[in-house]
């Protein structure tokens, strides 16, 4: 708990958790976090759950993506981007729908949306 706070005050993590401060300081002397707790506090200040509850994987979210990559296999890799292909291509979907449906309405001429 100590390495994940650092310097901040206990009435800090406190107020960014929504808990009182005699709770944190129960905490941090050996007192079992509540889950709502713990939560509240990845959450605020950007930790990796997984790492805060078991110490596995990276400490912080943002090492996250690159720690997972890492132990990724080419079917999850190539799953993932046609994945995101398929939404990006749902949206530019929407987007022409929606600005055949805005010109229409303003009155000027405009193509009708195509399936790609």
């Known amino acids: 708990m100590r390495l994940v706070i650092g310097k901040q005050s206990l ?8 808990v009182s401060v005699e709770s944190v300081r129960r905490y941090f002397n050996g007192g079992t976090p509540s889950s709502d707790f713990l939560g509240r506090l990845s959450n605020k200040l950007g930790l990796n759950a997984e790492w805060l509850l078991t110490g596995d994987g990276p400490m912080m979210l943002e090492g996250l993506a690159a720690d997972a990559l890492q132990h990724a ?27 055949f449906a805005a010109s229409r309405a303003m009155g000027a001429p405009s193509r009708e949306p195509t399936d790609k």
Do not use: M, P, W, Y
């Open 73 to 99: 296999t080419v079917e999850q890799i190539v799953g993932e981007i046609a994945r995101k292909f398929d939404g990006l291509s749902d949206r530019v979907t929407r987007l022409e729908v929606a600005v």
């Open 11 to 18: 009435r800090h993590i406190a107020k960014i958790t929504n």
